[in-house]
């Protein structure tokens, strides 16, 4: 059975950095696309940066500039470095996993139980 873990959440101020982690626990072959959503109160689940296996990225236009994510394919490990980060970024941030091949089936997407950041001003 494969569970994502994160970690790297807290209290932070407004203008300061977070480093979030996500591990893929369990034995797997690869997995396609690892990314972050997040989801403040009130408001639905949006992503805020996802990432292939190969390395190609893409980001909400809200984080652009600001938050950078990256991976270690052979740790099955996704991280977000959030900078200058803003009230308006508080939120449960959840990892995520899509085409995770696990022998003998795999899983189409799995999701981590989100780690809450917040920003205050």
């Known amino acids: 059975q494969v569970q994502l873990v994160e970690s790297g959440g807290g209290l932070v101020q407004a203008g300061g950095s977070l480093r979030l982690s996500c591990a893929a626990s369990?034995?797997?072959?690869?997995?396609?696309?690892m990314g972050w959503y997040r989801q403040a109160p009130g408001k639905q689940r949006e992503l805020v940066a996802d990432?292939?296996?190969?390395?190609?990225?893409n980001y909400a236009d809200s984080v652009k500039g600001r938050f950078t994510i990256s991976r270690d394919n052979a740790k099955n490990t996704v991280y977000l470095q959030m900078n200058s980060l803003k009230p308006e970024d508080t939120a449960v941030y959840y990892c995520?996993?899509?085409?995770?091949?696990?022998?003998?089936?795999?899983?189409?997407?799995?999701w981590g139980r989100g780690t809450l950041v917040t920003v205050s001003s």
């Open positions: 995520n996993a899509k085409a995770v091949r696990q022998p003998p089936y795999g899983y189409p997407e799995l």
């Open positions: 369990g034995t797997i072959l690869s997995i396609n696309v």
């Open positions: 990432i292939t296996s190969g390395g190609s990225t």
